[in-house]
Each structure stands twice: as C-alpha cells, then as structure tokens.
C-alpha cells in the first residue's frame, strides 16, 4: 500500500470512530485545510524571513500535519489518487513555466 | 521510495530546473500553501453545502495538488517525513479528541 | 474627522505606545488581515450555512474587528482613503458585474 | 452619516441592484473576506519584507477595498457599528497587551 493510502487508513479509522464523516463535505475540508495553514503561517508573523527558518519545529510539524491530514480526507473523498494528481500538475506547471522564461524569477507565469 | 519521497524528488527537480530554491525561504512556502488553499475554498464560495460536491472536479484537483506541492515543499526544506508526522498528529488528536468526549460532535477539544 | 481616521488614529496610539511600528511592515500586516480572516472562519467551520447565522456574536465581533484593525494600519501605512478606494472598487465593479449579466447569479465576472 | 454607513448603503445598493443579498450569508461573507486576504497577500509572496513596501498600489488598493467592502456586508448583517466594535477590541488589546510588558515585542499576549 503506498503512504498516502495508508495516512488515509489511519485518517478515516480516527473520523469514524468518532462518527466525524457527516461534518466532512467538501466544503468544510476544503475551509480546514485553509484554517490549518493559516495556523502555519502564524508561526511566522512578525518575523523576518531570516528569523523564519529558526521557527519552532515541534509546532511547525504539527500544523504542517493538519494541514496534509485535511488535503488527504479531500483527496479520499472525491477517490483522487495524491501521486496521480500532484505529477499531473507538475506537468502542467512544465508548460506554464518553461524553463527559459522562468528561470530565476518568481513572476507569475501570466507575466512572464 | 515511498510515494512522498518521490513527489518531494519530482518537485525539487522541478524547481531547481528554474533555480526557484532562493524564493523558497520556509515563511514563502508557508504562504504559499495558504494561498493555494484559498483558491481551493474559492471553488466553493457562495455555493451551498449539497452543491459543493458537484464542484468541478478537474479545477479541485489542480487546486489540491498545489496545496500539496508546497506542504511537501516545506517538508522537504525541514527534512521532516510526511508520513510519521502526520501519524504522530493523529496519535495527539487521538489524546485531544476522545472517542468517548467527541463522538458526533463538531466541537474543539477545549469546548469538550 | 471621518470614523475611519478617528480608528486609524486609536490603532496608532495603541500600535506607538508598545513601539510596534517596527513590524508593522505592509507584508506582515497582509498576513495579519488574513489570520484574522481566518480566525473569522473558524467560527463557521463543521456548520451549516442556516446555522452559521446563530454564531456567537461577542466572537463573531471580535474577529472581524482584528480584520478591520489591521486592514485600517495597512490603509494608514500607504496614505489611502478607505472611503475613497472601497468607492473606487464598486466603480470598477459595476463594470465587472453589469447588472444585467450579473442579476441572480453568483458566477464571477469572468464565466458570465 | 458615518464614512462606514455611507461605504455600506452604497455597498448595499451594488448588492441588491444584482439581487445578491440571497448569497450573502454570514458563513460566505467571512469566506469571501478570507479569499480576498489572501489576494491581497498574493501581491507579496516570494518577495522580500523590503521589496514588500515597493508593491503595486493600484493592485494593493484593489484587494484591500475588496478586503474591507466584504467585512463591512458582513458588519452590516449583523448590525454591527464598526467604530464601536473596533474600538471595543482595542479596549480588549489593551488589557490583553500591557505597555509595559509588550513594549518593542512580537510575542502573543499567552507568550508575554
């Protein structure tokens, strides 16, 4: 089994021993993943981005968690194979972003 | 190689192709994450609960995989692995959410 | 004195007297709004949209003047008049959202 | 009449020239606040704190009046006078922030 299925396992195994899946609409996980990274950026509020990589790694593993946990009950939701649709989107990216137009600058590839 | 390992080895080529490792500080993944998940909860605005499932299918996968491209990101700039952190949230979430104190409800740990 | 200086004058006299100018940078107020933003939401999360409404309305308040706050310091920092861009936004708007194209339907102005 | 109940009776009548207010529930008000944030911190990501005041105004203008039109629909909802409830959470901030003990630091009021 790879590991995405089984963090799913371990995922739905903790929601339905707590009866969790009827809160669990698309919509709500989608606003969790939201809510979770949004913790993850509190993390770095107020600090440069120099003083950001000495962020509290306890704390930052966790939210870092909660943020894949809710991307990975979406993902078991709608049947959506993780690798599958990150390396399709990587693809994507490859035509959005060649290489020689992109390298080196973080603009955006509509202006690009 | 887990499936995680080999996401994190496709995203790096990825992004060392254009030389973008110099834009990925943790505080930008960080926010780049949020970001994404905000375009994710766009799909779903103004939208009720029912009708978000019928949500575009091929907008969400895009729209998930690029949360997952920088959660993976950041976890790879931490050397964090994927799967033993978000196992080891389940195991706090277990501690957090009893089984017996949270069943059926929606409510947070500390309104339980 | 308009009701937005008279805040923007309390938020500075609150923001000087700690000497918090110094991480008041546009950036870092930008996150700032959207935590708060955040934490707003989670007051909705795992609710139906009917229940939503029965929010508690001390937080519901609380939340959404943090938004306010730190929407008003970011206004402050660049000069802007809040009257002034929110009735420049709602121009653009109407060009946007003809109200013929856009009556009764939450479609965005690109897919109407 | 206040800047905030004039900014709203315009805002109000945008809305309902379109016949909108049937989407405008406070759980989609406060995600539609939360999407616009995150626009707004889009016109930063993968830029420097410095670089970060260099932003475009006219696109900075554009997602911060979005930012503050949807947070005053969702003050109007409820009935809200923004004045009192801004000044209310500055009242609140000042207990929870002592001069004396946040003077010159970022820490979290649980972190003083």
Do not use: C
Request: glycine content about 2%; charged content about 35%.
């Amino acid at each position: 089994m790879s590991d995405f299925n089984f963090l799913i396992e371990e995922l739905v195994k903790f929601r339905d021993a707590r009866n969790w899946e009827q809160f669990h609409n698309s919509r709500d996980l989608a606003l969790a993943i939201s809510i979770e990274a949004s913790e993850l950026n509190e993390l770095f509020l107020w600090k440069s981005i120099e003083d950001s990589e000495q962020v509290d790694k306890t704390k930052l593993k966790e939210e870092l968690a909660d943020v894949f946990a809710f991307a990975l009950l979406l993902a078991e939701k709608h049947g959506f194979d993780v690798k599958e649709i990150v390396l399709e989107k990587i693809r994507k990216n490859n035509e959005k972003y060649p290489v020689e137009k992109s390298k080196g600058t973080a603009r955006k590839y509509n202006e690009l």
